[in-house]
């Protein structure tokens, strides 16, 4: 056979696989990264549940579209997190409702003390017709909401002693968010509000600049706040909302596949969430025992005095929200 046949038999063969291959490659999925953002540790139920998210998505997906973690504020606090996913180099966060009330006022509704009466008041208030109001003022700002997950009730941890009156709170330093309506609150009840962020708390009770902090159980054992507190009183002010929102403009930029997968394992996410914050609270109450924190529970009548000195807040905050929102969110106490 002429040998120049054959090396142009081989030349075109070569050009022929080059360029299937080259056309293979254009035709192969897109891949996507979503960058998920929070102030929290990984051992926090939250870190759990979102591992599991991430799996998902790359199963379903067939690795293409991938759940990048950031725990510890690696991309900002709560704040920058927010601004980020406004502008477009975060994709998907949870963080404090305090925190997003600050471009969705009517947020400040969950920092409302007292508001609901049980956990399962407020998943209802959550998931009904309160959530879905607050989901369509999120969208207006490019907050997609993906779901409302929880940290739980919000308690007082000390080292003067136990907390059953607002009493014994009056004149005591404790740290607060940086949240108006909470410091608000606490100055009402007596004590000493200290705005302060998360990422200072720690070295701040550990040095004694502020005396007292409030937070979930699920915060409070895994940041190992009882090494520097030895008194949790369960007073259950707030009940902790986290809203987990993606950017709207990303999200819409997903093939269509891509969204209905990621919607479907947002709804396993957040289910899985609540039930590990649920489960984890009595665990991290009993390791903190172990561990010679004494627990105060408080009896509805000393929850009723803590409540009561809520009322000038709730008029001073409720043009904010809208009278009709509060209305909705307190009615959910009465099905």
Request: net charge negative; with cysteine; glycine share 8%.
């Amino acid at each position: 056979m002429n040998s120049r046949f054959v090396k142009a038999v081989a030349f075109c063969s070569l050009t022929l696989f080059v360029l299937l291959f080259a056309a293979g490659a254009s035709f192969a999925a897109p891949r996507f990264i979503i960058k998920q953002a929070g102030v929290g540790s990984e051992f926090q139920p939250t870190g759990y549940a979102l591992r599991e998210f991430a799996e998902f998505l790359r199963e379903r997906t067939n690795g293409n579209v991938e759940l990048q973690l950031f725990f510890n504020s690696q991309l900002g606090g709560d704040r920058q997190i927010c601004e980020g996913i406004q502008i477009g180099t975060i994709e998907l966060g949870g963080v404090a409702s305090s925190v997003l009330a600050s471009f969705v006022p009517e947020l400040t509704i969950f920092d409302f003390p007292y508001l609901f009466n049980t956990e399962g008041v407020a998943l209802r208030a959550l998931d009904g017709e309160l959530g879905e109001r607050l989901a369509e003022l999120l969208l207006q700002r490019n907050f997609l909401l993906i779901g409302w997950g929880t940290n739980g009730y919000r308690h007082v941890t000390n080292n003067s002693g136990p907390i059953f009156s607002p009493d014994d709170l009056r004149g005591v330093k404790i740290r607060t968010m940086e949240n108006p309506l909470f410091i608000d609150y606490f100055r009402e009840i007596g004590a000493n509000p200290t705005p302060m962020s998360f990422s200072e708390l720690f070295t701040a009770l550990q040095q004694g600049t502020v005396d007292a902090q409030e937070n979930p159980i699920t915060i409070i054992y895994p940041s190992r706040l009882y090494e520097v507190q030895r008194f949790i009183s369960l007073t259950g002010h707030s009940y902790a909302v986290v809203p987990f929102v993606m950017s709207a403009r990303f999200f819409n930029g997903l093939p269509q596949e891509y969204q209905d997968i990621f919607m479907e394992g947002a709804r396993l996410f957040i289910a899985r969430q609540r039930q590990l914050t649920r489960e984890s609270d009595a665990g991290f109450i009993e390791s903190m025992i172990q561990r010679g924190i004494q627990i105060n529970e408080l009896s509805a009548e000393q929850i009723d005095m803590f409540a009561e000195r809520a009322a000038p807040v709730y008029e001073k905050y409720v043009d904010i929200v809208g009278r009709e929102l509060l209305e909705l969110a307190l009615r959910a106490n009465e099905i």
